[in-house]
C-alpha cells in the first residue's frame, strides 16, 4: 500500500530578523587579533583600597562544620541488623511466554 502525503503549507519564521538600515560590515577578527597579539606599555596602578578579603565582625564566632563530625560517625564500623525483604523487582512474565536467546543475524 502506498501512502499519500497531502501537501501542507508552512511559514518559516526560524531567520533573523534584520531592521532595514542596520548596516553589516565585514569582520576584522584578524586585524584585531594582530593588534591584541602585539606588546603594550601599560601603566602600573596603585590599590588604595582593597575590598576583596571579606569581613568578618569581631563578634561573630563561626563553628565547626558538623559535616566532619558526620563523615566520622559514618566511616566508623556499625553493627547491622538482618532485614527481610520483599523484592518485587524481578519482572513478571505469564507462564505461556517463551524468550528465545538466539542472536537475529
Known amino acids: 500500500m502506498k501512502s499519500n502525503l497531502k501537501h501542507a503549507e508552512t511559514r518559516d519564521t526560524s531567520k533573523p530578523v534584520i531592521e532595514e538600515n542596520a548596516h553589516i560590515f565585514q569582520n576584522e577578527h584578524k586585524a584585531l587579533l594582530a593588534e591584541i597579539e ?59 511466554v517463551h524468550i528465545h536467546t538466539k542472536l537475529i543475524e
Open 38 to 96: 602585539q606588546s603594550h606599555d601599560l601603566n602600573h596602578v596603585e590599590t588604595e583600597h582593597d575590598a576583596s578579603q571579606p569581613f568578618i565582625d569581631s563578634n561573630i564566632h563561626i563553628k565547626e562544620a558538623p559535616q566532619v563530625k558526620v563523615l566520622e560517625d559514618v566511616t566508623q564500623p556499625h553493627e547491622l541488623k538482618h532485614v527481610i525483604t520483599n523484592d518485587k523487582s524481578a519482572p513478571v512474565l505469564p507462564t505461556d
